[in-house]
């Protein structure tokens, strides 16, 4: 049984900072690209950053280029985004993501709250 399970969120003011970790299980994790998209409400569900299989390889949103860092942890199965002076704009919820050729799973999102 795939899961993918994001735990790390919660409420923080604005300029601090949290981590969110992405627990996987059922598949073969390091062979994915893991991923990180949040939706905030009344909005498009976006890309944030993105790492490959082996973790050389990573992409940003622009709008979080230097703030966030996405990273990941094969022999535990983990995908990890720190998230650094935070905006209220971050406000949202978070998925994770995995994918692999036509296979791909999500999490069920985790809410992340900066307050002004």
């Known amino acids: 049984q795939v899961q993918l399970v994001e735990s790390g969120g919660g409420l923080v003011q604005a300029g601090g900072s949290l981590r969110l970790s992405c627990a996987a299980s059922?598949?073969?994790?390091?062979?994915?690209?893991m991923s990180w998209y949040r939706q905030a409400p009344g909005s498009e569900r976006e890309l944030v950053a993105s790492i490959s299989s082996a973790g050389g390889s990573t992409n940003y949103a622009d709008s979080v280029k230097g703030r966030f860092t996405i990273s990941r942890d094969n022999a535990k199965n983990t995908a990890y985004l720190q998230m650094s002076s935070l905006k209220p704009e971050d406000t949202a919820v978070y998925y994770c993501?995995?994918?692999?050729?036509?296979?791909?799973?999500w999490g069920q999102g985790i809410q992340v709250t900066v307050s002004s």
């Open positions: 059922g598949f073969t994790f390091s062979s994915y690209a």
């Open positions: 993501n995995a994918r692999h050729s036509v296979y791909e799973y």
